[in-house]
């Protein structure tokens, strides 16, 4: 009989991703601080779980899908958690993007109980989340990656199992600067471009299949020429990672410069109320230095 699936975090990434889950014919309960998410998942297919710790005493594997470490503490060791609703053997998988020590934190937590755990951040944002299209980086034993594989052969079109706990969100954290320092090279191309008079639109549709094109280009470059900064993946979120970048790196003595420049940048955009924008947003701090707004011409 194919596994019960706990999943907790029905946020922009976790709805979709729980209901590819759920027509993949997975018995899914799902549970989120917050009501709204829960009512929609049930009319979706799922069970209500009334907390973390209920989520996880009825089901085999339980998925997180949470902003940040602290709230992935919370939903897993703290009080409520589904530490405490779960039992011997069952598998606990993160999916958010936190610290890798903190998932080093959740897997030896969990293993004082024999409960097994992976962290599995994914790369992809809302579109592949809701096509099942994610790539997810997995951290922890080949035995629990084993387990997870049709579950992640569901949510995502490649998992790769990336070394020990912690490595999952090391890959993350990598894959977060390539992401960043993209957008913000291309929020300064299209600067260029507009300020010399050259539309947008046209320098992305002929660069794109050349060497600088790229998935976070295609992605990002119409969204920066239609002004569209609705989230995807918000600013706030971004800045978590790097953050988190420059925390593992500065523990490590590893030096990053343009992974320190973005922080600088990002925290700029946060301070300034952008934070909830999409991550092409920081289009409108490279704007502001230029004093030239991207359009079409
Ligand atoms: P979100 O803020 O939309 O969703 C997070 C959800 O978790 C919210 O509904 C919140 O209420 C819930 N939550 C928080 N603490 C909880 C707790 N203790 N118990 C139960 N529910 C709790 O965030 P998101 O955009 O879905 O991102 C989730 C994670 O995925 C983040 O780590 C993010 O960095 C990562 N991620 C996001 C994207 C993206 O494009 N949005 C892409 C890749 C990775």
Redesign the pocket.
């Known amino acids: 009989m194919a596994e019960k699936i706990g999943f907790?975090?029905?946020?922009?990434?976790?709805?979709p991703m729980a209901k590819n889950l759920i027509n993949a014919g997975y018995d899914v309960t799902v549970?989120?601080?917050?009501p709204e998410?829960i009512e929609e998942m049930v009319g979706a297919g799922a069970t209500a779980g009334n907390?973390?710790a209920d989520v996880a005493s009825k089901t085999d594997i339980v998925i997180?899908?949470?902003?940040?470490g602290p709230?992935?503490r919370?939903?897993i060791l703290?009080e409520g958690?589904v530490i405490d609703g779960a039992s011997e053997g069952d598998l606990v998988v993160d999916?958010?993007?936190?610290a890798p020590g903190v998932s080093q934190e959740l897997g030896s937590g969990l293993a004082g109980k024999n409960i097994n755990f992976l962290d599995a951040?994914?790369?992809?944002?809302?579109p592949?989340?809701i096509s099942g299209d994610?790539a997810i980086m997995v951290g922890g034993g080949a035995a629990d990656f084993e387990r997870a594989k049709p579950l992640f052969d569901v949510v995502g079109k490649s998992a790769v199992l990336c070394g020990a706990h912690g490595a999952g969100n090391v890959t993350?954290l990598a894959n977060?600067i390539v992401v960043g320092a993209n957008i913000h090279g291309l929020a300064e191309a299209l600067v260029l471009a507009t300020a010399a008079g050259v539309n947008p639109q046209t320098v992305f549709e002929a660069i794109q299949g050349g060497l600088a094109g790229s998935n976070v280009m295609n992605a990002k470059a119409p969204m920066m020429v239609s002004r569209n900064f609705e989230?995807?993946?918000?600013i706030e979120?971004?800045y978590?990672?790097i953050n988190n970048a420059m925390e593992t790196a500065r523990a490590l003595n590893v030096p990053l410069q343009v992974t320190a420049n973005l922080q600088q940048v990002l925290t700029s955009l946060v301070v300034g109320g952008d934070g909830r924008n999409?991550h092409a947003g920081i289009l409108r701090y490279v704007e502001q230095l230029a004093g030239v707004e991207v359009k079409e011409l």
């Open positions: 907790i975090g029905l946020g922009i990434m976790g709805k549970y989120d601080i917050f998410p907390s973390s997180t899908m949470v902003q940040d709230q992935a919370q939903a703290g958690g999916m958010s993007s936190i951040p994914v790369s992809g944002g809302e592949f989340a994610l993350k977060q989230p995807g993946f918000r979120l971004h978590k990672d999409d």
